[in-house]
């Protein structure tokens, strides 16, 4: 039974619900979930946990079991472009295959990207839950009515079985997907569009001797009587297939019947036994919402931006949204900031949600302009002739576009690339790099996430990223910074920092983490919670600057009598 009284509740036990339970779960922070379905996905639907996202989950001490559930590495390597998984290769663009990639992944970050799909993503993370006393989690409980006040949110909810109750809550965190009743009940509109109609098939097959020498996570289908593309689940035996459809068809055109006679025709042949597990219709969207929070509510993920999955980005998205707001959610609960801090989740996330909701639709429709449209209705008179000897013109034809479809796939700009810009981040001047989709160059600046760099730290080999703690702040300093750490030593009403400096307790290549960073062997960066620079010195500077930066990243007022902000300064040896 849901409690009557919870600091945070969360609409919506999809992915980023799930995540957000944990997050919160991760800094004790009371929170309850509502799901009105009664369990997880049983459709594999999203897949693509990329590399940020990965890092997020180790963060919280959930990578290895998504790792356990994921698409094995070794049948993640590239994506396959076929007339049918037993015809004719029109092209590949190759990933973990090219050793050259293979190495500039690794030097990116300590995770991988990994493709885990919904119905097994989600469980991992219900299950994570319950290791934290202060999540609730219910299934099996929908929200019929939301209304706020200046002090609170209240719930009212109900369950199949008739029972019902109110929860009143402080904040509310919505992740009730893209028709979200809680973002109609706050009034906040959407932009956007529908781009299209699609089927999405899951079945069973197994498909092992047509793909043992092919380990590509996505097979794209083209032929006279479909396009569209097949997704490998587990490598071998569960699959998806999604495509398009035209707008005088409908959704019940695509009995299981038919549905079999095109997975033949993706197969290209009938001597595999199949077993259909699922058909969902579903539409693909590129729509943001005009703000991400009203008052106490706040949105995330498909309740904020539906994006089309050309390109992974939607489960992500949402993640990083709350990665985002949770941390702050922790220091406002606790009386470490005001509740103005919240007031800069839409400011950063929503250019970051805007950018990946455009870009997916650009994915979408460069593959329709080269003719390789699976994802939307595919009219091309290419793929009337595309199969054997006679076929061999188109097939080249087709193959000339696949270069330039990289983007879609193959983004380590767009994952680690994007920065905050708002009145937390204390800028220095310097120019943002040029952005690439494809090509990430890491950066310090502030209001990028803090780049990797291998260390040793306690006796064990790590990513400086996994020195970042989402309920701190943490200062870097470099080995000749020690005045930085005695400035914050000497300072009070300031939220908790962690303060390391390279080449002491954290063993590391300080030169090589001053080039990365971009300071001198006297500079200091602060970094977020959640890993973003909030403030960098180049040099030595006055320990003003240092102060003055991290009560701006915890949204406090400049004069440090005035909000009377307790914190601790963690100087470790």
């Known amino acids: 039974m849901p409690k009557a009284f919870t600091d945070v509740a969360i609409i919506g036990g999809g992915p980023v619900g799930l995540a957000a339970a944990n997050l919160l779960g991760h800094l004790g922070i009371d929170c309850t979930l509502f799901e009105r379905n009664a369990s997880t996905s049983f459709h594999p639907r999203g897949h693509v946990v990329n590399t940020r996202t990965m890092e997020i989950l180790r963060g919280i001490g959930l990578e290895e079991a998504v790792n356990a559930v994921s698409l094995p590495v070794d049948r993640h390597a590239g994506i396959g472009f076929y007339t049918s998984l037993s015809g004719d290769e029109i092209g590949v663009i190759e990933t973990r295959r090219d050793p050259e990639w293979s190495r500039v992944e690794q030097s990116q970050s300590p995770a991988l990207k990994r493709s885990c799909p919904q119905d097994r993503f989600e469980p991992v993370l219900r299950e994570h839950t319950a290791a934290h006393a202060s999540v609730s989690v219910h299934f099996g409980r929908g929200i019929n009515r939301l209304v706020q006040d200046a002090d609170g949110v209240s719930l009212e909810w109900s369950a199949e079985d008739g029972a019902s109750g109110t929860t009143r809550a402080r904040y509310i965190i919505a992740a009730d997907g893209p028709r979200s009743e809680a973002r109609e009940a706050v009034g906040i509109a959407m932009e956007g569009r529908s781009i299209g109609q699609q089927i999405g098939i899951y079945f069973h097959a197994d498909l092992w001797p047509l793909v043992k020498d092919r380990p590509y996570l996505l097979f794209w289908i083209y032929n006279a009587r479909t396009s569209g593309v097949l997704i490998s689940l587990d490598g071998r035996n569960r699959w998806t297939y999604n495509f398009g459809y035209r707008d005088d068809e409908s959704r019940d055109d695509f009995t299981p019947e038919r549905c079999l006679d095109l997975l033949h025709a993706v197969i290209g042949s009938e001597d595999y036994p199949i077993e259909i597990k699922n058909i969902m219709p579903w539409r693909m969207q590129a729509r943001i919402a005009d703000s991400m929070q009203a008052g106490r509510v706040f949105l995330a993920g498909d309740a904020a931006h539906p994006l089309p ?64 449209s699976g994802m939307l209705a595919n009219d091309s008179a290419l793929l009337a002739n595309l199969e054997g000897p006679a076929g061999a013109e188109n097939r080249a034809r087709l193959a000339e576009g696949i270069p330039e479809q990289r983007a879609h796939f193959d983004y380590a700009g767009q994952t680690f690339g994007y920065f905050y810009d708002s009145p937390l981040i204390t800028g220095d001047g310097t120019p943002a790099p040029a952005f690439e989709v494809v090509t990430y160059t890491p950066c310090a600046r502030p209001g990028h996430r803090a780049p990797h760099l291998p260390v040793r730290y306690q006796g064990r080999a790590q990513s400086l990223i996994d020195l970042f703690a989402l309920d701190r702040f943490t200062l870097l300093t470099g080995p000749d910074g020690e005045g930085w750490r005695t400035a914050l030593a000497g300072a009070a009403d300031l939220p908790d920092v962690t303060a390391l400096t390279l080449g002491r307790e954290v063993e590391a290549d300080a030169t090589a983490w001053c080039s990365l960073y971009g300071v001198a062997p006297d500079g200091a960066v602060l970094v977020r919670p959640d890993g973003h620079v909030a403030w960098r010195s180049v040099n030595a500077g006055p320990a003003a600057d240092l102060i003055a930066a991290l009560r701006r990243a915890a949204g406090l007022g400049p004069d440090p009598v005035q909000d009377k902000i307790g914190g601790m300064i963690h100087a470790a040896s």
């Open 309 to 372: 999955p050309t390109g992974g980005q939607g489960m992500n998205t949402g993640i990083a949204d709350v990665h985002n707001l949770c941390w702050k959610l922790a220091m406002v609960l606790r009386g470490v900031a005001p509740e103005s801090l919240l007031e800069t989740y839409t400011t950063e996330r929503r250019p970051v949600a805007h950018f990946n909701v455009e870009q997916s639709a650009r994915n979408a429709q460069a593959m329709q302009r080269k003719g390789l």
